[in-house]
């Protein structure tokens, strides 16, 4: 990771020479211009300071909504204590309520955990048993709270932070502020539609699914919201870097058509780098939440595609309410890894890909020497610099990630179906 002044000092030093080039023997030749003077202003401007911060930081006040729920929810105790910053501190009062919020909701899912676990004890066929896994396994999100939300807190609130930063930062060497369209309004939308899917997605296992009473779902709307609400989180950081991503490279394209110079490109390098830290740093800060969430969903798709199976060699395939409940498990299941892959691999295809045409398409017999030196220095940044997103190298988040889970299930299913045919039938309906 570059260190955050490091962008600062390069975008001031860059700012600095095309300032100065104007200037000879100690006197301006030149009348400032309004644009000079607008350039001037913004260049007095600091990323570091928290006022700065507050007044560019959008992205901020667009998605504030989810941290808020996040915040209900016991799972992200981060808060905006000052200006521009986001922190965690584990004497705060959101902190404080996450815990009293986790302690009263752990024993309602203790007690409703402790059911499910006589019942899974209790079954004597195989697809019940099959069930009863899965309704436990539902509930074990609740207990890693504290080590994928708060655990992973503090960082986090950095990369959140590093947002303002950034926007600063775009706004010195553009001349604009980064804005999000519509980006408000989809994220109310989605956070209403995650309660929705948590509270339809429950009411349907409970209507197709024997054995899960209703006030067993008590226990769950908490964890499944949590669950749809980590899939749209990851969703709305995506398509912020997105977003950065074509602002930029429009930005960049005006630029290098109206002034094509080795201080404009070199800020521009600055800017890009410091955007694909952000890329980086947003898999870094989530990797646990992340990890064990794509975990979560490759445990539980095999097991309900397995149950439906053994279900369909046992009885054919006249679907029953039960297959139907555990293909919607799959479906639910399946939908929110597609999102969270795929949604990856769209932003970081747009982060270098503008930009990079851009360079392409410049001129350099019709630019200066070290205008051709920052365009090869920019080209080389964005080669070593690849646009990936890798949760602290554990998996890199692209469709590539889709591909690997379906062959791992495959395996898996076919060594479990191979166990299910080889037994007698009594023993593999009656455990």
């Known amino acids: ?254 630029d290098v058509h109206r002034e094509c110079t080795a201080n404009m490109i070199s800020s521009y390098r600055f800017l890009w780098l410091n955007l694909s830290e952000q890329l980086q740093l947003l898999g870094n800060a989530y990797a646990r939440t992340y990890s064990t969430y794509c975990l979560f969903m490759f445990f539980n798709i095999t097991i309900a595609v397995y149950g439906a199976l053994s279900e369909i060699v046992d009885h054919g395939f006249g679907f029953s309410f039960k297959e139907i409940g555990l293909f919607v498990d799959v479906l639910y299941c399946s939908t929110l890894l597609f999102i969270f892959a795929d949604c990856s691999h769209k932003s970081t295809l747009k982060v270098a890909a503008g930009v990079t045409d851009t360079l392409l398409s410049i001129d350099v017999l019709s630019v200066d020497r070290p205008t051709q030196k920052e365009i090869d220095h920019f080209i080389q940044a964005i080669e070593m610099n690849p646009a990936v997103v890798s949760l602290k190298g554990y998996a890199y988040v692209n469709r590539e990630l889709l591909t690997s889970a379906i062959s791992t299930i495959a395996i898996y299913l076919i060594v479990l179906l191979q166990f299910k045919i080889s037994l007698p039938k009594d023993l593999s309906t009656n455990t």
């Open 1 to 254: 990771m570059i260190p955050d002044h490091l962008f600062e000092e390069g975008i001031n030093n860059s700012l600095l020479r095309n300032d100065m080039k104007h200037v000879q023997l100690n006197r301006v030749v030149y009348e400032k211009t309004q644009k000079d003077y607008e350039r001037e202003q913004r260049n007095l401007l600091s990323s570091q300071d928290g006022d700065t911060c507050e007044i560019h930081d959008q992205f901020y006040r667009d998605h504030k909504l989810l941290l808020v729920l996040f915040r209900a929810l016991a799972v992200m105790p981060i808060t905006r204590s000052r200006p521009g910053t986001i922190t965690f501190s584990w004497k705060s009062r959101a902190t404080a309520y996450a815990i009293f919020f986790y302690i009263v909701s752990t024993v309602v899912v203790l007690i409703v955990g402790y059911e499910r676990i006589l019942i899974l004890h209790s079954v004597k066929k195989f697809d019940d048993y099959i069930y009863s896994i899965l309704f436990v396994a539902f509930l074990v999100p609740h207990f890693w709270i504290p080590f994928v939300g708060w655990g992973v807190a503090h960082q986090v609130a950095i990369y959140k932070t590093n947002w303002g930063k950034f926007q600063v930062r775009y706004y010195r060497v553009t001349g604009e502020n980064l804005k999000f369209p519509n980006l408000k309004t989809s994220i109310v939308i989605i956070s209403v539609g995650c309660l929705l899917l948590a509270i339809c997605f429950l009411l349907s296992l409970c209507a197709l699914l024997d054995g899960f009473l209703l006030r067993h779902t008590t226990a769950y709307y908490h964890i499944i919201t949590m669950i749809n609400m980590n899939c749209a989180l990851w969703y709305i950081n995506c398509k912020g870097i997105k977003i950065a991503s074509q602002s930029l490279s429009e930005c960049f394209r005006r």
